[in-house]
């Protein structure tokens, strides 16, 4: 009975979850980077999440990010995701992947 009432209300085990919908994730390159916005459903809002990858000596690097900000509506989130990574990228320049790491937060 209880997961009827967690269906019905939309209450998960989790307190996120990632953005279901066909059209959500949405790719753009930029800065011989490849953005991935991939916003995070939180109830009835979208969370701003996503990465940026980059092919280096054959070795795809990537670096996630999530930020605060929540939107009513995943179209909103796709585009400010965009604009952050955008940002993150032109603040950080080079070094957002000069370590040696495969994966990281940003």
Known sequence: MASFFA???????AS???ATSGGAAKTETYA???IKAAPMREGSQFRL????EKTIDGEIRVRSFIR???FTSEQDAIDATLRKAHQIIDQNGPSLFSDD??????
């Open 101 to 106: 790491a495969a994966s990281r937060p940003v």
């Open 7 to 13: 269906k019905l209300f939309g209450i998960s085990s």
């Open 49 to 52: 999440a996503g990465s940026i």
């Open 68 to 70: 605060a900000d929540l």
């Open 16 to 18: 996120t979850e990632k």
């Open 32 to 34: 011989d980077c490849l």
